[in-house]
């Protein structure tokens, strides 16, 4: 009786178990109201800092420009995420620190960018297996060579 069920059963289990979507939300999403009191040429940095926070991101090279990125993902059991929304806030400055810009970006304005696969070659000898197995036998006699200097 308990074998004829294990079948049903099972395919319930993995039914449910694939059914179940979890939403996962990061980062700082900034709404389009909380834009407004923004004015390009008006606004400083430090009144931003107090309308919307510190940033997810600054520029690299200054402190010229500042994200705030958020995402929202749908998982399904063990599936990859699908992203269900993506939504980036540049906002720059100028040497003053004073508002320049203010735009968003969605997943419509993403790129994909392209790896390098090519590697970097590097001097030395490349070892086989046999020598990456064998290697450091015979080098180690068992003793912390730390130990006669005094150290940690």
Same mark, same amino acid.
């Given at each position: 009786?308990? &074998?004829?069920?294990?079948?049903?059963?099972?395919? !319930?289990?993995?039914?449910?178990?694939?059914?179940?979507?979890?939403?996962?939300?990061?980062?700082?999403?900034?709404?389009? *109201?909380?834009?407004?009191?923004?004015?390009?040429?008006?606004?400083?940095?430090?009144?931003?800092?107090?309308?919307?926070?510190?940033?997810?991101?600054? =520029?690299?090279?200054?402190?010229? !420009?500042?994200?705030?990125? =958020?995402?929202?993902?749908? &998982? &399904?059991?063990?599936?990859?995420?699908?992203?269900?929304?993506?939504?980036?806030?540049?906002?720059?400055?100028?040497?003053?620190?004073?508002? !320049?810009?203010? *735009?968003?970006?969605?997943?419509?304005?993403?790129?994909?960018?392209?790896?390098?696969?090519?590697?970097?070659?590097?001097?030395?000898?490349?070892?086989?297996?046999?020598?990456?197995?064998?290697?450091?036998?015979?080098?180690?006699?068992?003793?912390?060579?730390?130990?006669? &200097?005094?150290?940690?």
């Amino acid at each position: 009786m308990l &074998r004829s069920k294990i079948p049903t059963l099972s395919i !319930t289990l993995f039914c449910l178990l694939s059914g179940c979507a979890v939403i996962d939300r990061h980062g700082h999403e900034v709404s389009p *109201d909380q834009l407004k009191p923004i004015q390009v040429g008006v606004t400083t940095k430090q009144q931003v800092g107090n309308l919307l926070g510190s940033p997810s991101a600054v =520029s690299t090279f200054n402190n010229a !420009t500042w994200f705030y990125m =958020s995402k929202t993902t749908s &998982r &399904r059991a063990f599936f990859d995420p699908i992203v269900l929304k993506s939504n980036i806030t540049r906002i720059g400055f100028n040497d003053k620190d004073i508002v !320049t810009s203010v *735009d968003s970006l969605t997943e419509a304005d993403s790129r994909v960018i392209s790896h390098v696969s090519r590697q970097t070659p590097t001097s030395g000898q490349e070892f086989n297996v046999v020598e990456q197995i064998f290697g450091n036998f015979g080098k180690f006699n068992g003793k912390d060579p730390d130990a006669s &200097r005094g150290g940690p």
